[in-house]
């Protein structure tokens, strides 16, 4: 019976010890988490917003070009038609 009871002494110190690292882990974890949220966010934003830029120019381009085309279409059948 004194086994048992210096055992049972001996695992609840390694509990609660291993409860507080746990705490300590997941708040770190959580801070890590944020820090990297907040490095992300400063990175790519300027690099997705450069991205959305010239895509967005692009397609302005593209319906312009669209546009010179159907006219010119628009033109080629009208002299056709003459």
Request: net charge positive.
């Given at each position: 019976m004194v086994n048992q009871e210096s055992q049972t002494q001996d695992t609840v110190p390694i509990c609660e010890h291993e409860e507080e690292i746990s705490c300590?882990?997941?708040?770190k974890l959580d801070s890590l988490s944020r820090q990297l949220l907040e490095f992300n966010e400063k990175t790519f934003d300027p690099f997705m917003q450069e991205i959305t830029k010239r895509i967005e120019e692009?397609?302005?381009a593209n319906n312009e070009l669209r546009s010179e085309i159907d006219q010119q279409n628009i033109t080629e059948k009208k002299i056709i038609m003459c």
């Open positions: 300590r882990v997941k708040k692009q397609d302005n």
